[in-house]
């Protein structure tokens, strides 16, 4: 499973630039395509009236520079790049002049370089925000200068061009702030988005490697997602599935009993406690259901676990198995209380007692109740044997080695002839405590048959 990673900054950065230089270069091909069509169309000179043809030319300029840049625009190869404020500083010195030719709209021309410096404020991050506008404001002022002082026009004066300055201005930092605070939150949104991305397929491949079969269902019981598991203990088909989630059926159209034990748990009360699983019957197999609900209400949906049946009965097969082990290393505490007690009173009669045969019968009961000692503790060792650290071991040595004990042991030879050596070449795996434990039980189990015998 390949996770995503959070795009590098300054990538992530540039591809989100591009973008929006080319929505801003779309944005100035239209404004001259409109301002071009309009000074074409209309009748009287245009939007110029005093100069219309040079309007015109300066017009279709513009309407050619754009619809290069916006060319450009889509092109990612860096030769064909141009930087930010090289077209913004075109966009300003355009509108500039137009400023300069539409005698009687340089108020509405006006508002194109406020928009302007807006798009290349936000685009830049803010950066060159007070950049542009100074630009602008310095153009905006020379032009206002040459209206009064070089053409002498009238009732003109500088209210118009120092008002438009000062907006230029506010909607750069204004722009200037919002542009920090975008970059922030989209580059948050990123952030999640990809966080988000990582956690479904994370859960996904949980989902999937989970030995249990597990089915999520919404509201309606309409199917939302599986694991292969269930499929392979309900012997539904993967296609099935599939296209059950894609065309958001229920789960009625392809487990109908399913289905119906769903809709019992729905309708039943909660009471906060896990439930057990549920026998479900198959004509192969059995399966152990458990619902658990996804909110509050059961009716909103829910998690179906499958799990086999088997493997719920091997579960309470170990719970007991483990309880009959418990039960075991009691009984074997309680059984040295009272061997405790015979192995003292054993003692106390060998001190007051100096007959030769009644010596070796308490003698006897000396050794055995020391072996039955041995086999509890025998016992209770197995009980806590380490099953993990467990080692091969082959068998043929070990009987050898059994047998050459009992024969120590002086055990007679119709036993001993019963532990047969034909185990070459096979090996067994226990821990090597257990070994032993074998071994001394074994030992011990032959002797006390050996003395009760005598």
Known sequence: MQLETLPNFNDWLTSSKR??????????????????????????????????????????????????????????????????????????????????????????????????????????DGRYALFYASIASIGILLEQSYNIYIKQAINSNYTNAVLLSVACFATAWLAHTLARRMQTSERLATERGVDIANLAKINALITQEMPNGVLVVGEFQRLNHYNHQFTALTGLMDMQLSEAIAQKKSLATLAPELSKLLSQWAESEADGKQADAIKFSLPDRDLGIRFLPISQSRTSGAIIFVEDWSQVQTQAHQVKLAALGRLTANIAHEIRNPLSAISHANQLLQEDNSDPGMLRMLQIISDNVQRVDQIIKDVLELNRRDRTNQESIQLNPFVTELRLNCQKKMLPSFLIAGISIKFCGIYVKMDGVTVKKIKGVWCSLLNLDASLNF
Request: hydrophobic content about 60%; aromatic content about 10%.
């Open 19 to 124: 973008r929006n230089i080319k929505l801003f270069s779309l944005y100035r091909l239209a404004v001259a395509s409109i301002l071009l069509s309009t000074q074409i169309l209309m009748k009287g000179g245009g939007l110029s009236l005093a100069q219309p043809i040079l309007t015109t030319k300066v017009l279709l300029i513009y309407f050619a520079i754009s619809f290069i840049l916006a060319g450009f625009a889509w092109i990612e190869h860096a030769k064909f790049q141009l930087s930010l404020t090289t077209q913004a500083v075109i966009d300003i010195g355009f509108i500039l002049l137009m400023m300069h030719l539409f005698d009687q709209n340089q108020t509405a021309v006006g508002l194109l370089m406020v928009i302007t410096i807006v798009f290349a404020s936000l685009i830049s």
